[in-house]
């Protein structure tokens, strides 16, 4: 049953916070976490994982969940029908102040995606359409893991939104998630030689400057 699911259940961001608030100093494993969604969709194990990620200027927390994520998007992409976490992933912790840091930050950035979502064009979060979906948020995961500052937070967005227009049926959603993504990307693959290129140029001026001076 889906956390979205009208009645008692909660949301997957009440579900958050509802473990931030009874976590232990020394918080859950991956799969702790994975096991009180009580949810077997990939979209809510990727939208958690994306949280951190969207919040800027946390650091630490983005760098334990890149590759997790990225496992659960290429499992989506192959088609398989539920999450798993090796234990080299799954083991992995967020502490208390990690859970709720993600769970204040992602009551900021994304409460009002609560509200805004509902199920539409649904072809777009059938079993097909989710493969094709999973290849698309493999490439948004591999930039999380570049090392350059503020790099995961655009993805982060855009995995996110994607994946929660999956656990809604929210296809307009998930389309918004995916142009996020690929503007990201694609602003990536230019600006970053470019950039590379430009700090290797100042580097060798400096580096002159200092055998000349």
Partial sequence: ?????????????????????????????LREIFD?????????GLFLLALPCCIPFLYGVPQVVALPMMA???????????????????????????????????RKWLGWIETFSKPRLTTITGPRSERLVGVILCLFCASILVPLPMTNTVPG?????????L???DGFLVVIGCLLGFVWVSSLLILGPTA???????????VTGLVRS
Avoid: C
């Avoid at 049953?1 to 494993?29: C, D, I, K």
């Avoid at 009180?36 to 809510?44: H, K, N, R, Y």
């Fill in 157 to 165: 967005f855009a995995v996110a939104l994607a994946a929660f227009g």
């Fill in 1 to 29: 049953m889906s956390v979205m699911e009208a009645g008692n259940e909660r949301t997957l961001l009440q579900t958050v916070e509802g473990m931030a608030a009874g976590a232990p100093e020394e918080g859950y494993s």
């Fill in 36 to 44: 009180q969604l009580d949810e077997s969709a990939f979209g809510a």
């Fill in 72 to 106: 659960l998007a290429v499992q989506m992409a192959m088609g398989k029908e539920q999450p798993w976490l090796p234990d080299a992933l799954g083991t992995r912790k967020i502490n208390r102040d990690g859970l709720t840091a993600m769970a204040k930050g992602g």
């Fill in 196 to 206: 590379v290129l430009t700090a290797i140029h100042f580097g060798k001026d400096w």
């Fill in 167 to 169: 656990i809604n049926k």
